[in-house]
């Protein structure tokens, strides 16, 4: 069930249902006067859902930032974060762990998968760590997705990179999340696992109608992206729909040559 092609032949956000992520006037800073760094400047954005978004800047540009605020990891200093329609930001600390637990999901540069518990252990934890049994068959599935039904019972050391973040992305799935954030999902990956794994983020769009938001520096990584949002100086920047890597690659260039000398927070 491909909605790839549907999505690439309009432009705008109107064949897409409500946001799956909205930011409203999201400010954060760190450090007080004179030395206060400004990571995110007023951003206001609205990320479709069942759409693969791919967010870049320069070294400081607030690109974590937005991240973290986004995922609910971080808390704005001003500004409204929606997951759904439901405002996250105001949440106990309690409720932001149940709802990142059931309701997005992450993978991140350097796998974070534990090292004592097997491939499907691994893939099991987040409904585990949301009181929910462990659904096995739908584990397994996710692994015949990512090509590692035959893996389930090794652990993490046996894999290789590109097989380990497989297995994250998995895990992301495995709750049916809102919202996967992807946070340099490559940058420890050679060219072939990169890609293995921006196929099956594609995929999860495509096939299963997830959400991606995807961190990056690689403007190949961002092409497999419906749309590529720019940041600079914790301000958006520019965006460029159905992305190939020259035209991305060109825009990050102009964007580095502008970049002040003390910008945000990366």
Known sequence: MSRRADQRSTTGESQFPAPAIELRGVR??????????????????????????????????????????????????????????EEITKLSEDRLTRLRRTRVGFVFQSFNLLPSLTVLQNVLLPQRLAGVRGDRRRAGELLAEVGLDRHGGRRPAQLSGGQQQR????????TQPE?????????ALDTRSADE???????????????????????????????????????????????????????????TSAARPAGAAA
């Not at 919202?179 to 940058?187: L, M, N, Q």
């Open 28 to 85: 954060r800073h760190y450090g007080r006067g004179a030395s206060a760094v400004q990571a995110l400047r007023g951003v206001d954005l609205a990320l479709p859902r069942g759409s693969f978004t791919a967010v870049m800047g320069p070294s400081g540009s607030g690109k974590s930032t937005f991240l973290q605020c986004a995922a609910g990891l971080d808390r704005p200093d001003a500004g409204q974060v929606l997951l759904g329609g």
């Open 197 to 255: 794994v921006l196929t099956l983020l594609r995929r999860a769009v495509d096939a299963l109608g997830a959400t991606v938001v995807m961190v990056t520096h690689d403007p190949v990584a961002a092409s497999h992206a419906d749309r590529v949002l720019f940041l600079a100086d914790g301000s958006l920047a520019g965006e460029v729909s159905h992305p190939d890597p020259q035209t991305v690659a060109d825009r990050m260039v102009r964007l």
């Open 167 to 174: 297995v994250a992305i998995a895990r992301a799935l495995i």
């Open 179 to 187: 919202v996967i954030f992807a946070d340099e999902p490559t940058g």
